[in-house]
């Protein structure tokens, strides 16, 4: 099954513009009463127990509480971590045996933007038919008149518990650093989001000399010119610096993930986090079945990396839950993607983790004693690009035979020196060209070929 399949579910929640359903207050509260239904049907316990966070959009608040009092209108105890990561929210179900974990957040989407994101109790995403399920109990809801109370007259609860559970999940963090990052200088970009809470305290519990940029959340600013769609803005004050950084972070609005900067103001996207992980736990032998899980999205530079290095490349649907689940069939301790979804399983993380991900990354360089240029200085790049194209629906491309001969015609004209991938966003109504060629022209002209016959036929 595949996110099509599902209504409300996307690749990584319930994703809308806030005020507009299936964010409105009604609908907020209903899914949460739904939530609640699931976990009481389900109960081990008497009393099963939520953990709630939240990013810095302005709706944020109100969307949490409208699903808090849904929770707790099952007899669902809720607790608040208050502006938290999404992978915090994570940690903090499975470490507090929690029965699940929901995150208030759109991640790099706009403020007006939000979303719901839900982790059982073991810190994994939901499967998809287990979304499905509460889809299901959702509509129920919403098409049986008078069988749910109206939300809008009660108080919102009151929340317990914010500043330790954030506390805890700093720590656990810093647990996780044993090298000394004192000797890095490092720019964090904070995409005034959810990292703005935590990537300063963390910082500075590892001895990391960093200086914060877009680290003032107002509800509005949130990835406003910032954060993992702009990690440029982060790369050019680097290479302004004279020399004055090591590195430059950026995370997105729930820090998730996490792009970089080299030291001469050089991007880095996930593929080269993958393979300088990837080659430090196979030097250590922890590096399971020398495997890496990649997406179809990774470019063919990274296979070709691996492959040098004896390492082997899987290629996983996109979306960090799915490249979760190809690492669980397969065994593999490291997975990820180009976005900056990467994901550590040789430890106890179970979701991507920006923060976790910057740490790591630095672990390296300072035991290393390398840059972060030379850790991937033989990554070929094979030129890529990525177009855009908004739809009226998601009709499978097969199904339109325009836009079928434009990539059957793109596929035969490269016969086998690139890749082609078309698909539709998990979270937004996009589709997504991606057209790999060892030239630019061919990359363009292909690319073109391929974004014009959609936006004909299926474009707004």
Not at 218 to 245: M, Q
Not at 424 to 450: P, Q
Request: with cysteine.
């Amino acid at each position: 099954m595949t996110s099509q399949d599902r209504q409300l579910f996307g690749t990584d929640g319930i994703r809308g513009v806030a005020g507009e359903f299936p964010l409105t207050a009604e609908s907020t509260f209903l899914i949460g009463r739904a939530l609640g239904h699931d976990l009481v049907k389900t109960k081990t316990k008497a009393t099963p127990r939520v953990v709630i966070g939240q990013d810095t959009r302005e709706s944020s608040r109100w969307i949490a509480d409208r699903v808090a009092l849904g929770l707790t209108s099952c007899q669902v105890e809720v607790r608040s971590a208050g502006v938290i990561t999404t992978p915090g929210v994570a940690y903090l179900a499975r470490s507090q045996k929690f029965d699940a974990g929901v995150v208030i957040s759109a991640s790099h989407n706009p403020w007006t933007d939000n979303g719901i994101k839900v982790f059982s109790g073991d810190g994994f995403k939901l499967p998809d038919s287990h979304e499905l399920a509460i889809e299901k109990e959702i509509f129920a809801i919403l098409q049986a008149p008078g069988a749910h109370p109206e939300p809008s007259s009660k108080p919102s609860p009151t929340l317990p518990g914010e500043h330790s559970l954030r506390t805890d999940y700093i720590q656990w963090l810093a647990k996780n650093v044993s090298t000394d990052l004192s000797c890095l200088r490092v720019l964090v970009d904070c995409a005034n989001g959810a990292a703005a809470a935590e990537a300063p305290e963390l910082f500075r519990a590892c001895r990391i000399r960093a200086e914060f940029i877009c680290s003032s959340p107002d509800g509005k600013n949130i990835n406003e010119g910032c954060g993992a769609l702009h990690p440029a803005a982060v790369a050019k004050k680097i290479a302004a610096s004279g020399g004055k950084f090591d590195l430059g972070v950026t995370f997105d609005g729930d820090a998730d993930r996490a792009l970089f900067s080299d030291a001469s103001g050089r991007v880095v996207n996930g593929d080269g986090v993958l393979l300088l992980a990837a080659r430090d736990l196979h030097a250590r032998g922890i590096l399971r079945g020398a495997t890496v899980v990649a997406t179809t999205m990774s470019n063919m530079g990274l296979e070709i990396s691996l492959r040098n290095s004896g390492i082997r490349m899987l290629r996983a649907n996109v979306g960090d839950k799915y490249v979760l689940e190809e690492m669980m069939k397969t065994g593999a301790t490291l997975g990820g993607e180009q976005s900056g979804h990467i994901i550590f399983r040789d430890g106890e993380a179970t979701t991507g983790d920006g923060l976790l991900t910057a740490l790591r990354v630095m672990d390296i360089m300072a035991r290393s004693g390398r840059s972060l240029a030379d850790l991937i200085s033989d990554l070929k790049v094979f030129p890529q690009r990525i177009q855009n194209i908004r739809v009226r629906e998601k009709i499978p491309f097969d199904q339109v035979p325009e836009v079928k001969h434009a990539i059957d015609a793109a596929q035969r004209e490269l016969n086998g020196d690139g890749r082609i991938v078309v698909r539709y966003s998990g979270t937004e109504t996009l589709a997504r060209v991606m057209v790999e060629a060892e030239s630019e022209e061919k990359m363009n002209a292909l690319t073109d070929k391929i974004a014009a016959a959609i936006n004909s036929h299926l474009g707004i």
